[in-house]
């Protein structure tokens, strides 16, 4: 059973820093393209995206404050989130493009979202 698990939420005051942890689990094959996303319908919810190459796109509200990187050995991808802002409040999922084998060891490719992981900021 392939699932990916957020981690890192919390309060922190306005101009502080978090950093966003999402973990993939499971008979992993390969991961593609992860990313990052928080319910703001502006936005279209995406916040940043990283490849496996680790070439990585963040929208440009949060540019030069937030950084994804990714760990390909550890499955997991960051978040780095400095200078928070109020407007940053939200919940964050993560979403995994995983290929994986299943019991049967045919192959299954899937995208897999985190239950996700709330951000409070306080001004």
């Known amino acids: 059973q392939v699932k990916v698990v957020e981690s890192g939420g919390g309060v922190m005051h306005s101009g502080g820093s978090l950093r966003l942890s999402c973990q993939a689990f499971?008979?992993?094959?390969?991961?593609?393209?992860m990313g990052w996303y928080r319910r703001a319908p502006s936005e279209r919810g995406l916040v940043a995206t990283i490849d496996s190459g680790g070439n990585a796109n963040v929208i440009d509200s949060v540019k030069g404050r937030f950084t994804i990187s990714r760990d390909n050995d550890k499955k997991t991808i960051y978040l780095q989130m400095n200078n928070l802002k109020p407007e940053d409040a939200d919940v964050y999922y993560c979403?995994?493009?995983?290929?994986?084998?299943?019991?049967?060891?045919?192959?299954?490719?899937?995208?897999?979202w985190g239950q996700g992981t709330r951000v409070t900021v306080s001004s």
């Open positions: 979403r995994a493009d995983i290929v994986s084998k299943k019991v049967d060891d045919n192959l299954e490719v899937g995208r897999y």
């Open positions: 499971g008979n992993i094959l390969r991961i593609d393209d």
